[in-house]
């Protein structure tokens, strides 16, 4: 394909791009560029980037535009600080999808792609995964690898992060909680690929509390990956596949609202509308990405029951694409504060990034290293037991971390402290 074929792809967005006033307020906000202090790895820096593509300054492919958009961790953490509301996550996939089409992407990259676009391959790499987990056998094998393999160390440390929290009992398989309250909501769930192979015991944590809170929670077949992976890694014609049959699935379900346990997911299928405009689907991807509600943004409006004592020092750990893409912030505390006897601490600089951003913690060892390295110290000066996080990609990334480091933290699903306080208050 051209590069002005491709470069028009961009252009259409000219208008958001040209919303950018340079102010620099993203600056300290950006985790990139706050560690390499580099103008080009800022917000700012990667939008004049991607205007000089646009203008015909840059071609797609030039290394400055490859090197620098491939360094973004995506946070989104630029976009509440924006005084001019540039709408970056949108411009990034874009312009990583026409990067993507002239220069190609990495192995690692393309091959995370290739199986979680396909449901098959997602069930035998869940599977393998959930064997080396088994016995703690990732974590002994992670940690005796030597340090030049320090991408299989963490893959392997990653594995071992979806294991069960120690001695933490699974809501949903022991007794239903009789503190239900009265019907309030018909709801679906989506059970995802990693949330449903790998961290199923947080998918039945989600369906007992649903439950628990009045909701009747209904299966859905043929849903997929939510493609998010895929829109941040410039393969926006495989995200758009995987949404549509997503939207199929979903349209014509008969509830109130679809919810979503994992934070990138949920701003993924929030974008649905977006993402297939013009798409024969598209009145319906409307309709679904507007049914959508993070878990703990709809238990936050009905008001949680309250359930037994869970006596526990907990962190709470804010996903980007919760806090800074859907702009949740406070719903998560807030249904936490509910737990009787949990003792909530705050966490320095929360709303940052721990590096992990999808695959970029493997695709980006150093960098998502020194930014994990800085969450890891933030989560041991609290003090705390557990530390919460409500997205499996930082369940995982966080949970290596502190495995590689020897650390005894554990890191749990906020999900998994409510069904365990409904457990108790049974």
Do not use: W
Not at 352 to 360: D, L, N, R, T, V
């Amino acid at each position: 394909m051209p590069i002005d074929v491709l470069a028009s792809a961009l252009a259409a967005e000219e208008d958001k791009l040209l919303t950018c006033v340079h102010c620099g307020f993203c600056l300290p906000a950006c985790p990139t560029y706050a560690r390499l202090g580099d103008e080009n790895d800022s917000p700012r820096g990667r939008l004049y980037l991607m205007r000089a593509v646009v203008e015909g300054r840059l071609p797609p492919d030039a290394d400055a535009v490859t090197t620098h958009l491939d360094r973004c961790l995506g946070c989104r953490a630029c976009e509440p600080v924006c005084p001019s509301g540039v709408r970056y996550g949108f411009l990034l996939e874009r312009a990583r999808d026409l990067v993507a089409r002239e220069a190609g992407t990495g192995f690692m990259t393309r091959s995370a792609l290739r199986v979680f676009g396909s449901r098959p391959l997602t069930r035998l790499v869940s599977a393998v995964g959930r064997v080396l987990r088994a016995g703690g056998f990732a974590n002994r094998l992670a940690r005796a690898l030597p340090q030049r393999l320090a991408r299989a160390r963490f893959a392997l440390a990653m594995v071992g992060a979806t294991a069960p929290a120690r001695a933490h009992p699974s809501p949903a398989t022991e007794r239903r909680s009789s503190l239900v309250a009265r019907r309030s909501h018909r709801v679906a769930m989506l059970t995802g690929c990693v949330q449903d192979g790998l961290f199923r015991r947080v998918n039945d944590a989600t369906r007992a509390v649903l439950e628990a809170n009045g909701c009747e929670v209904v299966v859905v077949p043929g849903e997929v990956c939510c493609g998010a992976l895929h829109a941040h890694n410039g393969a926006l014609d495989g995200a758009r596949s995987l949404a549509r049959r997503n939207v199929r699935a979903f349209a014509h379900a008969d509830v109130d609202y679809i919810v979503v346990n994992a934070a990138g997911c949920g701003a993924m299928m929030k974008d649905y509308g977006e993402l297939l405009a013009g798409d024969a689907l598209a009145a319906d991807a409307e309709a679904v990405a507007g049914r959508v509600r993070d878990l703990f943004e709809l238990l936050a409006e009905l008001g949680p029951v309250r359930g037994g004592a869970v006596p526990m020092r907990v962190t709470y750990d804010a996903p980007c694409h919760l806090h800074h893409g859907q702009g949740i912030t406070a719903a998560p505390l807030d249904v936490l504060r509910t737990i009787p006897g949990l003792e909530l601490v705050p966490l320095p600089d929360a709303e940052e990034c721990c590096g992990g951003a999808g695959i970029y913690g493997m695709t980006h060892p150093e960098l998502g290293g020194r930014i994990l390295d800085d969450k890891l110290a933030s989560i041991r000066s609290t003090g705390a037991q557990v530390v919460v996080t409500p997205n499996p990609g930082c369940m995982m990334q966080i949970g290596a971390g502190l495995t590689l480091a020897g650390d005894h933290l554990q890191v749990l699903h906020p999900v998994e402290l409510l069904a365990e306080s409904y457990r108790r208050g049974a």
